[in-house]
Nanobody, 120 residues
Framework: QVQLVESGGGLVQPGGSLRLSCAAS????????MGWYRQPAGKQRELVAQ???????WIESDVKGRFTISRDNARNTVSLQMYSLKPEDTAVYYC??????????????WGQGTQVTVSS
């Protein structure tokens, strides 16, 4: 089992910055992919960024160049640094750990979510 706890959300003005952090406890494996999703009110959850233990990253096109993801394997943490925030970035942001089980099935672990609101 994996437990994820996010921190760092809040209210920020357009053009501002925020850093989200997620601490994972439990069994984190080297093949686990860590990442961030977001869910705007009334919309589906969407993937924002992912990072492997080797440092390979994937960033969603709408936030590429504004968001960066990083990971500390020793501490089992993942962070999302967000710059130049826009009102459309407003959402609940969820930390995620994704792994593939031995039978090939996907296993996802989720944090409780942290609200990010971009508004003047």
């Amino acid at each position: 089992q994996v437990q994820l706890v996010e921190s760092g959300g809040g209210l920020v003005q357009p053009g501002g910055s925020l850093r989200l952090s997620c601490a994972a406890s439990g069994n984190i494996f080297g093949d686990d992919v860590m990442g961030w999703y977001r869910q705007p009110a009334g919309k589906q959850r969407e993937l924002v960024a992912q990072i492997t233990s080797g440092g390979s990253t994937w960033i969603e096109s709408d936030v590429k160049g504004r968001f960066t993801i990083s990971r500390d394997n020793a501490r089992n943490t993942v962070s999302l640094q967000m710059y130049s925030l826009k009102p459309e970035d407003t959402a609940v942001y969820y930390c995620n750990v994704w792994r593939t089980a031995s039978d090939g099935s996907n296993i996802n672990y989720w944090g409780q979510g942290t609200q990010v609101t971009v508004s003047s």
